[in-house]
Structure formats: C-alpha cells, structure tokens
C-alpha cells in the first residue's frame, strides 16, 4: 500500500507560479514512476506529467509543456510538480499518482487508469 499526499496547492494570479509536491510513504518509492494528473470542474481527469524511477525520463502534456516541470528526491519519497506563467485554465485539482505495475525500463504511462496509487488532491486556483 502506498500513501501519497500533495500540498503547495492555492490561490495565484495569472501569469504567477506554484510548486507543488507529493509526499509517498509504504511501498518502495524508488522504483516507482510517478504521474501528476489534473481535474477541473466537469472535466475528466488528464494527465500533466510522469517521471521514472530516477529521473532520467520526463514527459509531459502539449498543453503544459515548457511552463511545468517534473521532478522528484527519492531520499526524501517525493515528487515535484513546478508550474510557471500559470493561466486560468490551470485552475484545477492536481493529484499525483504511482505506477506501480511498470519495471524500471518501461515506459512513461500518460492514462489515469494505468497508475494504482492515488493522493487527494491539492486545489489550484489561477485567477485572471
């Protein structure tokens, strides 16, 4: 069982940035990619971000790509989301999620139910 919880989430303007984390606890978080996924109001959920195991690998959605960034310290359990010049259709619930059925060398999975481990959530709000 692994437990994962976000914070860093809030109130920004336009154009303004916020870091999000995720703290993992159980399981063992160092072979685990981890996926950030958003949810905004009568939406589905759509995936932000993933990053494997060591951080070598990154991908990211069109629609976010060159404002957000991935990261994660595995000596600290945790994965980071960094979002820059934010717009107010970011405004959303962020999650981050693990995969844990993935190997090592496999590949970054983009599909909400592909990941087994969820946290619940961190409100962003942008405003414009």
């Known amino acids: 069982q692994v437990h994962l919880v976000e914070s860093g989430g809030g109130l920004v303007q336009a154009g303004g940035s916020l870091r999000l984390s995720c703290a993992a606890s159980g399981g063992t978080f160092v072979s685990y990619a981890m996926g950030w996924f958003r949810q905004a109001p009568g939406k589905e959920r759509e995936f932000v971000a993933a990053?494997?195991?060591?951080?070598?690998?990154?991908t990211y959605t069109d629609s976010m790509k060159g404002r957000v960034t991935i990261s994660r310290d595995n000596a600290k359990n945790t994965v980071y989301l960094q979002m820059n010049s934010l717009k107010p259709e970011d405004t959303a619930v962020y999650y981050c999620?693990?995969?844990?059925?993935?190997?090592?060398?496999?590949?970054?999975?983009?599909?909400?139910?592909?990941?087994?481990?969820w946290g619940q959530g961190t409100q962003v709000t942008v405003s414009s």
């Open positions: 999620a693990t995969d844990i059925r993935t190997p090592v060398w496999g590949s970054l999975r983009r599909r909400s139910d592909q990941y087994d481990y």
């Open positions: 990053i494997n195991w060591n951080g070598a690998k990154t």
